[in-house]
């Protein structure tokens, strides 16, 4: 760009050095043929007074610059200052011979072979009837710019170097603050006006690439929360997985070695059934938190929220009743846009937990209420709480706050992960209140509902 930037001031030099000489002789040129001319007529019109006074004799004892002719009526040349009269043709023919004779005073150029010289005539009628020519030879345009062309070229030279030199000066000027230019800092306000919208456009382009690097490194990020999601939930599904079977494994084999009393077959054999069935349950949940991540598409429809958490009070009443637990719903008839089993999952996995992790002697209470245009349904127990460092965590697949107190329940630590996938597929917002010795309160949010009479049921 520099290089380019001083070729072009270089040029421009150049064309405005030539302009202007060619100006110059142009004007100069005019001027001197205009003096050149005046001075032909003043000469011109002084002879014509001495001949009309003297005759040839004064001719004859003239001494001057311009060569005259003095041509009879018929065109017979009677004197002229450089040539011999008797040896030059008759001048009845020549154009300002002519226009003298026909109009009293004629003028006409003539130019030389090679262009390089001009001769100017002028010509006046005498009162004798005669005409008195003078003429002039003077160097054409040409010739005076092949005289010129050495200094021309010289000056010219010389103007190219120094329009080089302050090129190359300028440019560095011009230039300087585009080069310390911080393309990482851009200025507020730009070294020249021109330069704003380029600028604009870098910042804008900076903008959007700063937002693609923070773009890929969200995603690198995601993907390697990810990937270590992924390897935790292989270990700890290989884990889970591992526990029950073993369990399933050993009491399989003591019977197969008959090492087990047959008092204590039915014994044995429930172990097997419980362990069986805490893998069934482990792998049944599994599979739905699969489809759960996977969006798998289900039809959405009414779902009656109150007579759901109705029919899941009533079927969790035993399991309530064995742990000394009071279970009681209470709140409003809601209906939903959702999907029923997903709403059950919901139901299911917040009261279950709400039950197993309370204390003899507890309450469980599920709500279900209309909030403008949502619908909430709380689950709020007395149990033994979450500690504030376990609460971020719940969520995620087999945490369990309660280590020992989950494989005693036979939990499978998918419960709470499956609720936050389930309402989230809804729609719904998850919140949570906990505190240690004193109990639980977890509430979701659904979307868009509809608020009928209320209701209040309680449990035994």
């Avoid at 005498?126 to 062309?149: E, H, K, N, W």
């Avoid at 990020?221 to 292989?234: D, G, H, V």
């Amino acid at each position: 760009m520099t290089g380019k930037i001083s070729r072009s001031i270089l040029l421009v030099a150049v064309c405005v050095l030539l302009c202007c000489s060619a100006l110059f002789l142009g004007v100069l040129y005019a001027y001197f043929s205009e003096a050149q001319t005046a001075q032909l007529e003043n000469s011109l019109n002084l002879a014509a007074r001495g001949v009309s006074q003297s005759g040839i004799f004064y001719l004859q004892g003239l001494e001057s610059n311009c060569r005259l002719t003095w041509v009879d009526a018929d065109g017979t040349v009677l004197f002229d200052s450089e040539a011999d009269t008797q040896t030059m043709e008759n001048h009845a023919q020549r154009e300002e011979i002519q226009q003298a004779f026909a109009n009293g005073t004629g003028e006409s150029v003539r130019y030389s072979e090679t262009m390089t010289q001009r001769t100017v005539y002028r010509a006046t009628l005498l009162p004798d009837g005669t005409v008195l020519r003078i003429s002039a030879s003077y160097a054409t345009v040409f010739s005076l710019v092949m005289g010129m062309l050495q200094p021309i070229a010289t000056i010219l030279l010389l103007a190219m170097v120094l329009s080089a030199v302050l090129a190359l000066k300028l440019t560095d000027k011009v230039m300087q603050p585009m080069a310390q230019l911080d393309m990482e800092h851009l200025p507020e306000k730009s070294p020249y006006p021109e330069l704003t919208p380029l600028l604009e456009k870098i910042r804008g382009q900076q903008r959007e690439i700063a937002w693609q690097k923070q773009e890929l490194a969200d995603k690198r990020l995601n993907m390697e929360f990810a990937e270590q999601n992924r390897q935790e939930f292989t270990a700890n599904v290989s884990h889970e997985l591992k526990t029950p079977l073993q369990s399933i494994m050993g009491s399989a084999e003591l019977i197969e070695n008959g090492l087990v009393k047959p008092s204590d077959l039915p014994r044995f054999a429930g172990n097997i059934r419980k362990e069986a069935n805490r893998l069934l349950l482990l792998i049944e949940d599994i599979i739905h938190l699969s489809r759960l991540d996977e969006g798998c598409p289900l039809q959405p429809e009414p779902v009656e929220l109150y007579a759901l958490a109705e029919e899941e009070v009533r079927a969790l009443k035993p399991i309530a009743r064995a742990n000394n637990v009071r279970l009681t719903l209470e709140g409003d008839a809601v209906v939903i846009d959702g999907i029923p089993q997903l709403v059950q999952e919901i139901l299911h996995n917040l009261c279950d937990n709400a039950v197993k992790y309370n204390r003899p002697g507890g309450q469980v209470t599920v709500g279900v209420t209309g909030a403008g245009e949502d619908a909430v349904l709380s689950v709020a127990d007395t149990g033994i709480g979450i500690s504030p460092e376990d609460q971020s965590r719940i969520f995620e697949r087999f945490y369990r706050a309660d280590k020992s107190r989950s494989k005693a329940t036979g939990g499978t630590g998918l419960g709470l992960s499956i609720v936050k996938h389930a309402a989230g597929y809804l729609n719904g917002e998850i919140s949570l209140e906990s505190a240690v010795g004193v109990g639980t309160t977890i509430t979701v949010t659904f979307r868009g509902k509809r608020h009928t009479e209320e209701k209040t049921q309680e449990g035994d």
